[in-house]
């Protein structure tokens, strides 16, 4: 069973298109992550859920918008996407909010390689 | 807001005890510190997180100094499959805000 699924896979766009990233957990945790890996390799937040609540909500262009339907499910919105957007996107979850209790690491997706053409 | 320090890389064989470390200078009272291991095309996975002193698990060692301003993590007897990049995370709570902050991260190859 996979814990956090993300999909798709592989994502290949033109600029200017919309397009969306969705992820699913299934351990039962209250909190949901996004991540972008960039080419240097550097794992930057992006957005964190409590109980489908923004936590976290870094520098981020507002083309990129997070949503939660419940707290299973956090899902990426990207608007008119560009070049600079190419990266790969990790989904991750934990029991509690990070550094709020002992035993709460973050659970990664495998990402989602987002390709702006 | 707690920043961590690691070497670029490191080269090891197999066989071999490597310690990683990590430098934690701002960390906070409340922080643990975590270390996740990542292979090309896969997220990070988490290895092992402690507050103090020293944690081991199955897969590894984690030594932390009385003053927390850095840690090591110590892998017993690597293999081919232990290549991959080695990050050192610190959690930080700032007043009602949560950062989240990974290092750099290490990549360690062993060699055959």
């Known amino acids: 069973d996979t814990a956090v699924s993300q999909t798709p896979k592989y994502l290949v766009t033109q600029m200017g298109n919309d397009k969306s990233i969705k992820c699913e957990q299934n351990l039962g945790h209250d909190t949901m992550y996004w991540y972008k890996q960039d080419s240097k390799k550097f794992l930057k937040i992006m957005f964190s859920?409590?109980?489908?609540?923004?936590?976290i909500n870094e520098t981020v262009p507002n083309r990129f918008s997070p949503k939660s339907p419940d707290k299973a499910h956090l899902n990426l919105h990207i608007n008119s996407l560009e070049l600079g957007d190419s990266a790969v996107y990790f989904c991750?979850?934990?029991?509690?909010?990070?550094?709020?209790?002992?035993?709460?690491?973050?659970?990664f997706g495998n990402g989602t390689r987002l390709t702006v053409t | 807001l707690a920043k961590t320090t690691q070497p670029i890389s490191m080269d090891s064989y197999e066989g071999q005890e490597v310690n990683i470390t990590c430098s934690h200078n701002?960390?906070?009272?409340?922080?643990?510190i975590t270390w996740y291991q990542q292979f090309p095309s896969q997220g990070p996975r988490f290895i092992i997180q402690?507050?103090?002193t020293k944690v081991t698990n199955e897969v590894a060692s984690l030594f932390i100094p009385a003053d927390r301003k850095s840690s090591t993590l110590s892998l017993p007897r690597v293999s081919l499959s232990d290549t991959a990049v080695y990050y050192c995370?610190?959690?930080?709570?700032?007043?009602?805000?949560?950062?989240?902050?990974f290092g750099k991260g290490m990549k360690l190859t062993v060699n055959p």
């Open positions: 995370l610190v959690g930080a709570y700032e007043g009602g805000s949560e950062k989240l902050v």
């Open positions: 991750a979850s934990s029991q509690d909010r990070w550094g709020s209790s002992y035993n709460s690491p973050l659970h």
């Open positions: 701002n960390i906070a009272t409340n922080d643990y």
């Open positions: 402690g507050y103090k």
């Open positions: 859920y409590n109980n489908k609540e923004l936590i």
